[in-house]
């Protein structure tokens, strides 16, 4: 596993090594060891989600403000443009975003540690998204922020409005929003 440091150092993207010939492919999508070794983290993952939707779909940007769940997210099928912001009030990079694009093409990986938020956008006419959680989905601590908060200043890929569901247009500004210590 290749590891890509992004502008916020806690942020990783994970690059598998990837067999292939002309039958098709193979790659370890997930081994302990490597994890651990590459992240630090040393929690097991609790829980694994499964999403499909429909190109223009943003979903976020969702964080746990009790239960934080860490994220290990990935794309099966189609594109998707993956975000996490910092919403440690602590932290140097805090209301700092990171985004890039994961796809069943590139079967890059992103750790979203606990105590980020987190969102993506598709691209594709469809996505299939994948992730590992640290901590099981806890609904009546969920926050949302804003995808389009002006603050943060997300540079979503967007060509016309995004599907939104009602949670998702009820985000918050950061600047009003429950964040950790």
Same mark, same amino acid.
Do not use: C
């Given at each position: 596993?290749?590891?890509?440091?992004?502008? #916020? $150092?806690?942020?990783?993207?994970?690059? $598998? @090594?990837?067999?292939?010939?002309s039958r098709g492919f193979f790659f370890e999508s997930y081994n302990q060891k490597n994890f651990q070794d590459a992240t630090g983290w040393k929690s097991a993952f609790v829980q694994d989600n499964h999403s499909?939707?429909? @190109?223009?779909? +943003?979903? %976020? +940007?969702?964080?746990?403000? #009790?239960? $934080?769940q860490g994220k290990l997210v990935r794309v099966v099928s189609g594109e998707v443009f993956d975000v996490a912001v910092d919403v440690r009030k602590s932290s140097p990079t805090f209301?700092?975003?990171? %985004?890039?694009? +994961?796809? !069943?093409?590139? @079967?890059?990986?992103m750790w979203v $540690?606990? %105590?980020?938020?987190? %969102?993506? /956008?598709? /691209?594709?006419?469809? !996505?299939e998204f994948l992730y590992k959680t640290t901590d099981f989905y806890a609904p009546q601590h969920e926050r949302c922020i804003a995808w389009d908060d002006p603050d943060l200043a997300i540079a979503w890929p967007l060509s016309e409005p995004p599907l939104l569901s009602a949670k998702d247009k009820a985000g918050s500004p950061l600047k009003d929003a429950e964040v950790f210590m």
């Open positions: 596993m290749h590891v890509i440091n992004s502008e #916020i $150092p806690d942020v990783l993207i994970l690059e $598998p @090594k990837v067999f292939g010939d499909r939707s429909q @190109k223009g779909v +943003l979903r %976020g +940007l969702h964080y746990q403000i #009790i239960q $934080p209301g700092r975003w990171v %985004g890039v694009n +994961l796809s !069943a093409e590139n @079967k890059r990986q $540690p606990p %105590g980020f938020a987190h %969102g993506f /956008l598709v /691209l594709t006419d469809f !996505a």
